[in-house]
């Protein structure tokens, strides 16, 4: 199978074309540029591809579905909307690491300040959480990374509405890389190392997305109150999620929701009683990791949810969604253990 | 003055040491180890210390109330409570930085998991808040670096009940000093760099000196959710506090609140509407920076504390406190400045 | 094939353990403790590897010889001397990632100290500096990390004469990880951490390995100035190369010489005329990438050398060599892209 | 007194900023924009410096010398060529921390890409390089990060003739900071974190400013081999010196001409024979920490440097400058220990 990829020169991209490559159903991986332009050899847009000789071409929708069994777009927010609306007219298969599919058309320019696509194309888009959502389109609106790792975490909560609703605070950290490479002042080494910042507080635009696929799980969840914090570090997400119990319960019935839920998923693990994920556990995998505690003074709930945010949380997950578009076996082309230490 | 210092092994007895050395009210500091045994070059104990020249010498608490006009202790928890009771007896003037003396014996006993100091040694101990305690005994508790960074944050909202009392959370983050010199797997740097643990979730000691304070302030707050995040810094702490509000407010109306109570302190800043602090304003400095922000849709308030742990969360605080004790300008021998970048 | 490996608990065995589950030629990995003791879960050995439900069984040689093909030992200096003498007897394959069998046995005494494996079974082992090494025996001495990346990047120079050979001066860094497990007080955070720290200055175990194969190059080479700085990064080594040149040439000349030597080498990479490695383009793969420069003005020959040193200079050049052992595909299991960013 | 300092935006002009409000000779600290335009307060230039109420002003040159005993430039390459000619004209005293005035107008141009400063405003400066000139004009020069910890490290070799002339090699690692606040892809937090990226090979400005001092010290030192790796920490540089040794000598006999040389300097501390500094026990002080190591084999001396780059590599300095020129004591407003840890 070939297969294209579009936007090689984010980290979500790198990410994805070092995946593709040793992907055993993948036989050929076709680079294109979105902006046009002329033809690049890999190794300068990427320079720690030195090894690579593929260059990138410009993108050309025919082109595309011509040489092609798929697409994978690992853009910035706004490309998509536009680029690939004929392959959604040829309903060639597609998918879509940014967020221009994921939210309804009023929402998405809310949150990210533009303009939506096509209400007919944002119509033939689904929501590819993995390990939720067996029935994709052909157009797979691939999840953001904080969606990710707290949908993954609160999903058994929400779910057997084990939480009170109107609760759920969720203080996310995330290394750099999640913010792309765009230099800025708050992005160089000396601002982040030693450093902790918040950023868009109450103002991702990961929270509509979480918010949305909450309320289609249990109707009752009104909102989340949710913070950003960088941290000094290249990869990893935290989401540290609180919420007041629905009833009055323990760390093993909680840990027992949470492993009947995922007891199936070859990505997700659920950490016994007393112990908590490292970021450094999921580094370099595709894995989900969650701790669960269970404060009977304050009656409070605590899930701790980590992932790799390019990996999981971007090309990793994006893989899984490939996989399971093509019936490919679930863990195909995935590292099942982390880069460790 | 003469001034004397137990435990300048250890990380918050070092910058202890180096703050008395400049400042303008001690002429010489005079070290003592708790553990007896012969007389030790400083540079030998504190290697990053080669410059100096003086010994430390074994504590006699003779010696030591000879000599001085005050000691001050940064040893690790379990030492002062029978070490200084000597001086105790003689109403000698005494900083602890230590937890030994911050919560009646029954608390202490369940949360350090061992014997507490004598009741009547306990008895004549006053907690050192700086910002809130003006009336200090003879026998100053210098609080905990948590216990600092978090009350600060919520003293306006619980002092003037502007919260629901059964709904805070704290999300606190600190650095790997906080955790002092002793060797673990957990700390060392492979572990440590590009992480993220938590620890002690639900178990730290800082709890209950926390919820003491704030039960003085209101005694309406049951208990408080607080799990430590360690990052991978050095120096510093976040406090990260999560509450509704009591009623609906606005972040202005909140601002309000703290600018008020924090009008006159010259360690703690409150930034204005939509900043949010950094660790690296404070690192080096004896200031506390205040963020605060209300979220109308979840009624939500967010308080975001930042302090440098071994400064404003014990050495620095220590000194406002010498200060106070000796009715010394509140600044003096204290940096105005963080150390940037 | 089923595959034998002792040591998974240090990082080049976790590393190790990780590429041999992938490897196409692998079916099964067998894990043997070589302290003895009761059997232990894997996830217990290795946290990280939580997925995991193998065991690692007490090592036992005529075992170990039945139910495998070969044997991997990552062990520390020190284990191998004994342990594995019943399969060198048996002339069983073995992959010894220590520098037990690296050196002659009073050569190895001098930089270990401690005794040497016998002279006999000294005798059967063979240097696996897989570039350079074609007839490997049954026992392969696999290099220590930076004698890998040193010698990589001295080869072309020392094999065809081109600089002076008194004039050698090697300026290593490396991460953490290379020095394992062990807790040091130098090994804690807060002492790496924004930090650089030399060790074993002029007297690192990997100086007579590297001076010894360059005297099989050249017999003119004496010694070679060595010093060793622990930068703060996890995995990585660079090594920055200096020496006077033979007679007066150009960049351009050198590379030329560079790139006949390691033309058809897989994992070698040779940058172009005025680029310089970084560690971050090798980390999570086999590759080492060198960099060449010569100063007209002092006559200085200067190369630049990185590999990550738990991949190449230690799990992945296992790999490179059980490959050549059983006649398989040089690049079988091994990555060909670095983990980037 | 009341001082001027132009460039407080810059890494060194904040640390010099810092220094100067606790210096106990200066009163008041007026602050001058190069670049014209509105006046601007201090807080929203350096957002860490939240406290502070004063304003940037507009430079001008008259306002300058009445309001002021002296003028600090901590401003980038090429900005007090001209800027200061009206203060030179003037004699009025200068400290300028860039590198205009350090080199001969032809040098200037070949290593900075740009016009000099009028020879005879040139002729006017003395390099300030505080150990060794003791002779200062009113235009002080003072010196560079890598120059300073250079120097130091070869001082009394170069001096007293100790070592080949010929074969100096300088391998220099050095933090981020010392490249300024611009932001390049190579400045990025995941580019700097767990890297290690050479720059400038054999054309770091700082070069000519070396190899002058030394040839004013020794004219048979023809030039240096000089390398600068960029290193994951904000602050510090490590100059790792090479060199010959003139005829067979040991450490001991170095650490004599060391210890001889640096006696009474309060700022410069030579360690015992065996330790080597790190950069941790200099950072946020201004002292040099130098250790010596002779290898009897490879017949070549080993000496570290380490500087904070900010402290005495730039703003550090510059107060030791100004005390010489006013006559105040040598560690006037300079902390005597690190900021540790």
Chains 1, 2, 3, 4 share one sequence.
Request: hydrophobic letters at 45%; charged letters at 10%.
């Amino acid at each position: 199978m070939q297969v294209a990829l579009v936007g090689v020169s984010g980290y979500s991209g790198m990410v994805l074309y070092r995946l593709l490559k040793q992907h055993p159903a993948v036989d050929q991986v076709n680079l294109y540029g979105h902006q046009g332009g002329q033809l690049a050899a890999l190794k300068t847009v990427v320079p720690a591809f030195q090894k690579e000789t593929v260059n990138v071409r410009p993108f050309d929708a025919a082109t595309v579905m011509t040489e092609n069994a798929v697409l994978f777009c690992a853009t910035s927010a706004g490309v998509t909307k536009t680029l690939v609306l004929p392959l959604i007219a040829a309903d060639f298969p597609v998918i879509d690491l940014s967020g221009d599919f994921r939210l309804p058309a009023a929402t998405y320019t809310k949150w990210y300040h533009q303009a939506a696509a096509p209400v007919q194309a944002l119509a033939k888009a689904s929501y590819g959480l993995a390990e939720f959502n067996h029935r994709l389109t052909h157009y797979v609106a691939n999840p953001g990374c904080y969606a990710t790792a707290t949908l993954l975490g609160l999903a058994p909560l929400v779910q057997q509405h084990l939480l009170d609703p109107t609760s759920i605070v969720v203080d996310a950290k995330s290394g750099l890389s999640g913010a792309g490479k765009k230099l800025t002042a708050t992005s160089q080494f000396t601002m982040v190392n030693d450093n902790l910042q918040l950023y868009k507080v109450n103002q991702h635009q990961h929270i509509p997305e979480i918010v949305q696929q909450l309320k289609q799980w249990w109707s009752a969840v009104p909102a989340i109150e949710f913070t950003t914090t960088l941290i000094p570090v290249t990869r990893g997400i935290m989401s540290t999620i609180y919420a007041k119990a629905a009833t009055p319960t323990t760390t093993a019935a909680l840990l027992q929701a949470f492993q009947q839920v995922y007891a199936d998923q070859p990505f997700v693990q659920v950490l016994p009683a007393g112990e908590m994920p490292t970021l450094k556990q999921v580094i370099g995998s595709n894995d989900c990791v969650l701790g669960v505690n269970y404060n009977p003074v304050t009656k409070t709930i605590l899930v701790v949810s980590v992932i790799d945010n390019l990996m999981k949380g971007a090309a990793g997950q994006a893989i899984q969604n490939f996989n399971q578009l093509f019936q490919l076996p679930a863990t195909a082309g995935l590292p099942s253990l982390p880069v460790f230490p």
